[in-house]
Every structure is written in structure tokens, then in C-alpha cells.
């Protein structure tokens, strides 16, 4: 049992050996081997594992990656008519397929303000953001980042697809040259493995794909209002008796209940004080 173990162990070197010549050419970056994926057992996640000693290849213009950006802006305005201009907003990110993500009113007594979440296509960004600005009648600040994510989205997809043809060249050996229970488990964990890798990595992709797709306007929208004179004393003089009025009668019907829900208590202690010359002759005996 023991030789037929070792056998299959170098077997399955010799195989991964050779898939990882046919590897080697998915990307202008030097992939790692099957071999060394088979043999470096603490690799895990994004952790890079080791390079070949082949030369990378520069990928020729014409295939060079289109770059993968996240933008976001963020603005705060004074608008006229907020209701109106909220509304317009809204049937403007609708015109170009986006859709209305967060929205907080707040109501003070000195203005009305309102923060929108806004997510829209990537190449209407800078029009969307520009038909905005046109209805504010002053512009507080505006903001607008972009994170350039191009290197990360070539790097995990050349490992997703690295990886992916390591797992199948181990469902491969599994299905022809596993044989005892103990190379069947050794190939099936390596399979787990890399499929775990696999869809975590296929998951970032997805995340990245759906962020550049759909940029992201951080708005805060406010209206100035008129702030009202205080009325004078005299003109809340009832509402104060009301009021006087009112908190005396709860003081009087929480008493009321709270005598009420006390009332054996008070009962033994009329008891205790209508018997209490007998109750003490009897104590002096």
C-alpha cells in the first residue's frame, strides 16, 4: 500500500508537471505551475504563489486590457424648490437606466435639506453629474474620485483562470489514476480547495464588473427657508393653562392607581390601627 501511494504521488507530479508547460501561456504574466500548486500546501487565498523561471511575454497592443475604473462624486448645492428639483432628478437618472439607491429628508426650521444616493451608468457619469449641477444656485463643494482597479481585475482573472485548469487536470487524475480510497480523498481535498479559491476569486470579479459598470453620486441637496419669529407670551398663555391643567390631572390619576395597586397593604395597616390597643394588651401579657 505504502509503494502504490508514492507511485501515484509521482504520477501525479509528472502530469501536473506538464500541464503547467501548457499553462504558462494564458497571460502576459508567468503563471504558476501545476506542480507548484500541488506542492505549495500553505498557499492560500490572493497569497502569490511561486514564479516559473520563464521570461513573461508583453501582450501586443492590440490586447491590451481596457481599463477598469470606480468613480464616484460627491456635491453639496443650494437648489430652489427642493420637491421639484428632487423629482427631476429622479426622472433624469431614470432616462439613462440608473436608479435611486439611499434618500434622507431632514426638515429644520431654517431649511429643508435632503441626501440621495444616485447610481448610474459609467459612461453617463459626467453627463448626469453635469445636468445636476445646472440646477443649483450654489455649488458648496464637488468632489469626484476615481480608482483605477485595471492591475487588480488582470491579476485575479489570471489566477481564476490558472487555477481553474489546475482543478481540472485534478478531476482528470481522479477520474483515471486515482485507485485506493486514500488518493481518491488526496485529489478530492485539492479539488475543494481550488474550487473555494475559485469562486471567491470569480465573486471579486463579478464585484468589480457591476462597480465599473454603475458609478455612484453622493448628493446633498438644500433649500434656505425664512425662519419664524418666536409668537409673543401672550398668545400661548391658554396653551400653557392646558397644558398646567393637564399635568396636574395625570399627577392625580397616577396617584389614584398607585393607592389602587397598593390597596391590601393599606387595608392590613386599617386593621393594624383600628386593633391596636388589644393587639398590644395581649403583647404585654
Avoid at 489546475?166 to 479539488?191: F, G
Amino acid at each position: 500500500m505504502y509503494l502504490r501511494n508514492i507511485l501515484f504521488i509521482v504520477a501525479l507530479s509528472t502530469s501536473l508537471f506538464a500541464c503547467s508547460q501548457e499553462a504558462a501561456s494564458y497571460d502576459s504574466q508567468s503563471a504558476p505551475s501545476e506542480m507548484e500548486e500541488y506542492n505549495a500546501k500553505s498557499y492560500e487565498g490572493d497569497q502569490e504563489p511561486p514564479r516559473t523561471s520563464q521570461t513573461s511575454t508583453p501582450a501586443p497592443p492590440s490586447e491590451v486590457q481596457e481599463r477598469v475604473l470606480l468613480r464616484t462624486a460627491e456635491c453639496r448645492m443650494e437648489v430652489v424648490d427642493i420637491n421639484q428639483r428632487v423629482k427631476a432628478i429622479e426622472r433624469l437618472v431614470e432616462q439613462k437606466a440608473g436608479y435611486l439607491g439611499d434618500l434622507n429628508w431632514q426638515h429644520y426650521s431654517y431649511q429643508e435639506q435632503v441626501s440621495l444616493s444616485l447610481r448610474v451608468p459609467a459612461q453617463d457619469f459626467q453627463w448626469v453629474l453635469d445636468s445636476i449641477m445646472k440646477m443649483a444656485v450654489e455649488v458648496n463643494y464637488q468632489q469626484v474620485t476615481t480608482q483605477d482597479v485595471t492591475e487588480e481585475y488582470i491579476d485575479v482573472k489570471s489566477r481564476l483562470k490558472t487555477k481553474k485548469a489546475v482543478r481540472d487536470r485534478y478531476e482528470e487524475i481522479l477520474r483515471t489514476k486515482a485507485k485506493t480510497v486514500e488518493e481518491i480523498l488526496l485529489a478530492e481535498e485539492q479539488i475543494r480547495r481550488l474550487q473555494e479559491e475559485i469562486e471567491a476569486q470569480e465573486g471579486r470579479l463579478r464585484y468589480l464588473t457591476q462597480r465599473s459598470a454603475m458609478s455612484t453620486i453622493q448628493l446633498e441637496l438644500y433649500e434656505q427657508k425664512e425662519e419664524q419669529a418666536a409668537s409673543p407670551w401672550w398668545s400661548r398663555f391658554g396653551d400653557d393653562i392646558g397644558d398646567s391643567l393637564s399635568f396636574s390631572v395625570s399627577i392625580i390619576k397616577n396617584l389614584f392607581l398607585g393607592i389602587l395597586s397598593i390597596w391590601p397593604l393599606l387595608l392590613l395597616l386599617g386593621v393594624l390601627v383600628w386593633r391596636r390597643k388589644a393587639i398590644w394588651n395581649r403583647l404585654r401579657r
